[in-house]
Nanobody, 115 residues
Framework: QVQLVESGGGLVQPGGSLRLSCAAS????????MGWYRQGPGQERDVVAL???????TYADSVKGRFTISRDNAKNTVYLQMNSLKPEDTAVYYC?????????WGQGTQVTVSS
């Protein structure tokens, strides 16, 4: 079974940056679509960014130009570089892996943007 472990969350001031990491195990990482999702207070879980095994990338409109998703297949790790952070980015961020083996979620990491 696939296991995903997120790290890198924390408290940051508006305009600051964070880089989230998601380490994957138990699947064929290089063939999987990896994604970052987030769930803010009182909100549904929404997609932030996706990257396919072939390197195709999509972003939510709210983060375009500020966030960058990337992957390192040699390390079985996906990243989310978050710049110019806003208070509305405050949420629990979840890593997701989707492949022919199924869909898996990480435990989530808290990102708080506040002065």
């Amino acid at each position: 079974q696939v296991q995903l472990v997120e790290s890198g969350g924390g408290l940051v001031q508006p305009g600051g940056s964070l880089r989230l990491s998601c380490a994957a195990s138990g699947g064929i990482f290089r063939l999987a679509t990896m994604g970052w999702y987030r769930q803010g207070p009182g909100q549904e879980r929404d997609v932030v960014a996706l990257i396919t095994g072939g390197g195709m990338i999509t972003y939510a409109d709210s983060v375009k130009g500020r966030f960058t998703i990337s992957r390192d297949n040699a390390k079985n790790t996906v990243y989310l570089q978050m710049n110019s952070l806003k208070p509305e980015d405050t949420a629990v961020y979840y890593c997701n892996q989707r492949s022919n083996l199924g869909t898996s979620w990480g435990q989530g990491t808290q990102v708080t943007v506040s002065s």
